[in-house]
C-alpha cells in the first residue's frame, strides 16, 4: 500500500513511464526509439519538477536545489518536463511525430489520472464540506461532516481528457485533439474543481483566473485556426 506523498508521485510517475515505452513501442516498432524517448521524458521531467519545486518553495540557498528526495518534487513540473521531452523527441525522430505525440500527451494525462487517485486515498488534498441536511450524522461528540470528493472527481476530469486524445486520434489534427483535452481540464478546473477545495478562492483567485483565460483563449485560437483551414480546404 502506497503511504507517503512520495511514493504517490513515484507510482503516477512509474505508470507514465510504462505506458510511454509500451506505447511508443507499439505505434513506433522501434525499441530504440521507445527507450531514447523515454529515457529524454525522465531526464526533463525529473530536472524540471524539481526546478518548479525549489522555485514555489521561496527558498534561496541554491544548494538545496540539489538535495535530490521525492518529498521535494512537483508532479506539475514531472508533467511539463514530459512535455518538453516529447519535443526534443520529434526533433530527433521526426518520422514518427505522430505517434510520440500521441503517447505523450496520452501518458500525462493518465498519470496525472492516477495521481489524483493516490491524492484522494491518502487524503492530502480536502474539498469543502457537504450540506448538513444532505450528507451528515450524529455521532456522541456532534456531527461527522462527509467532505467532497474533489481529487475523485478531478481524477474523472483527467480520463475525460485521456479518452478525448485517444477517441479523436486519427480523426481530427493532433494539435486540435490536444487543443480540446487541454480545454476540457483548464474549464472543469475553474469552474467546478477549484470551487470545491475547502480554502477555495473564486476561480482559483486572481493569478489563477490569468493563467486559465490565458490557456483558454490559446485552445480556442487553436481550435479556430484548425476548423479555418478544413473550411478552406472543403
Wanted: aromatic share 12%; charged share 20%.
Amino acid at each position: 500500500m502506497i503511504k507517503t506523498l512520495a511514493e504517490q508521485r513515484v507510482f503516477a510517475y512509474s505508470i507514465a513511464i510504462i505506458y510511454n515505452v509500451f506505447m511508443t513501442y507499439k505505434r513506433t516498432k522501434k525499441i530504440s526509439v521507445a527507450i531514447i524517448n523515454t529515457v529524454i521524458a525522465i531526464i526533463l521531467g525529473t530536472v524540471t519538477a524539481r526546478i518548479i519545486w525549489f522555485i514555489n518553495s521561496g527558498n534561496k540557498d541554491i544548494s538545496q536545489l540539489f538535495i535530490w528526495k521525492l518529498k521535494y518534487f512537483k508532479i506539475s513540473g514531472v508533467l511539463i518536463g514530459g512535455a518538453l521531452g516529447m519535443l526534443i523527441s520529434i526533433k530527433i525522430f521526426p518520422k514518427y511525430r505522430t505517434q510520440l505525440i500521441d503517447t505523450m500527451m496520452e501518458s500525462i494525462f493518465l498519470s496525472a489520472a492516477v495521481g489524483k487517485i493516490e491524492c484522494f486515498i491518502k487524503g492530502c488534498c480536502v474539498g469543502k464540506v457537504m450540506p448538513d441536511k444532505i450528507l451528515s450524522y450524529t455521532v456522541a461528540l456532534g456531527y461527522i461532516h462527509i467532505e467532497y470528493p474533489v481529487q475523485l472527481i478531478e481524477t474523472g476530469v483527467w480520463l475525460i481528457g485521456f479518452c478525448i486524445l485517444v477517441k479523436y486520434k486519427g480523426k481530427i489534427s493532433d494539435l486540435k485533439r490536444i487543443a480540446l483535452a487541454v480545454l476540457e481540464y483548464v474549464i472543469m478546473r475553474m469552474f467546478v474543481i477549484e470551487q470545491l477545495f475547502r480554502d477555495a478562492k473564486l476561480f482559483g483567485g486572481p493569478k489563477m483566473i490569468v493563467i486559465y483565460c490565458c490557456i483558454i483563449t490559446i485552445c480556442l485560437i487553436v481550435l479556430f485556426k484548425d476548423i479555418k483551414k478544413e473550411k478552406c480546404k472543403n
